[in-house]
């Protein structure tokens, strides 16, 4: 069954600091997708980026950076010289195609905390 | 061009009640799908609609019901309310037929069970 699993519950950090969130992801399929979601505190969840299982290529996108690497089912996310803006719940999830990405599986989140 | 909407933004229910929520998707948008988040949790998916029809259904309960409507909103049912069923309720409007079926969420449904 698939699973993902975000290990660091909380993270605080002061403003400028880069940090890392860390994403590990099980699956039978081979065929994908990984999602990044921003939930700040008014409880919407923002996307972030999606990335297809055959797409490994790294991501920059402004501040925000995604390093997807299949070898070790992981899929991290950087946010460089970080804003006290930045401070949300962030979600790592995954959509496979034997279910017709008709759901999404969620990890617990972790919450980041950025200081000024 | 509206969002995904959710109505109502909060609501109180004692137990064994039952609730009704509603979810409007973005327009052009066919699919809506259900989600569950408990406090400090991640979303967890209770079921999705495709033409007026439950496509599929995550491990929850017969207590949680739904209907699509032939404009492609939504109604989520849960009947004898629990303590446990306290949770922001996320609503996601989808394209079928994308590659990707990517998923747009509203803002939530807080529900507090007493």
């Known amino acids: 069954a698939q699973k993902v699993t975000q290990a660091q519950t909380e993270i605080s950090v002061v403003e400028k600091e880069d940090v890392t969130l860390d994403c590990v992801y099980e699956t039978r399929d081979t065929t994908y997708y990984l999602f990044w979601y921003k939930q700040p505190p008014s409880g919407e969840l923002v996307f972030l980026i999606r990335?297809?299982?055959?797409?490994?290529q790294n991501e920059i996108s402004g501040r925000y950076s995604w390093n997807f690497q299949k070898s070790t089912s992981s899929f991290n996310f950087t946010i460089t010289a970080s804003q006290v803006v930045d401070s949300a719940v962030y979600f790592c999830?995954?959509?496979?195609?034997?279910?017709?990405?008709?759901?999404?599986?969620f990890g617990k989140g972790t919450m980041l905390l950025v200081s000024p | 061009d509206a969002g995904v909407t959710q109505s109502p933004t909060h609501l109180i229910k004692t137990r064994g009640q039952q609730v009704t929520l509603r979810c409007s998707p973005k327009s052009g948008h066919d699919t809506v799908s259900w989600y569950q988040q408990a406090l400090g949790q991640g979303p967890q998916f209770i079921f999705q609609?495709?033409?007026?029809?439950?496509?599929q259904r995550g491990n929850f309960p017969d207590r949680f019901s739904g209907h699509q409507f032939p404009n492609y909103s939504s109604e989520l049912n849960v009947n004898a309310l629990l303590l446990g069923d306290s949770a922001l309720y996320l609503c996601?409007?989808?394209?079928?037929?994308?590659?990707?079926?990517?998923?747009?969420f509203g803002p939530g449904t807080r529900l507090t069970v007493l």
């Open positions: 990335r297809n299982s055959f797409d490994e």
């Open positions: 996601a409007s989808s394209l079928l037929r994308t590659t990707s079926n990517e998923q747009f």
């Open positions: 999830a995954l959509s496979e195609a034997g279910s017709g990405y008709s759901t999404l599986t």
């Open positions: 609609y495709y033409e007026e029809e439950e496509r």
